[in-house]
């Protein structure tokens, strides 16, 4: 998905208008309706300022890089984990994966 797309996407899901987010991030609300439009990219400041109004990483804003498809508390979560010794992360890692499991089991017989 394109940055324009995912400005708006976000911003509605937040239910905010383009006048309540360029508030937010101290720009206009004609700059807000280009960044939508595709007319405009945001410089990386104000690509930093949109991020953190909807506490999305940079990666998952431009929808590219490794991060890409995870918000900030994901990619938090994720860098904790990997902070922890090992056996606490093979604790953890099994019970996430029964859980993983145990919703998989239950689409399937949806």
Known sequence: MKTDKIITALRKAKNLSQSDLA?????SQVMVGKYERGDAIPSIE???KIADAFDVSLDYLVGEGQNASFDKKTVKRIQDIQNMDEDTQG???NLIDTY???FKTKQAFS
């Open 46 to 48: 104000v690509a930093k």
């Open 91 to 93: 604790i953890l890692f």
């Open 23 to 27: 508030k937010q991030i101290d720009i």
């Open 100 to 102: 993983i499991q145990n």
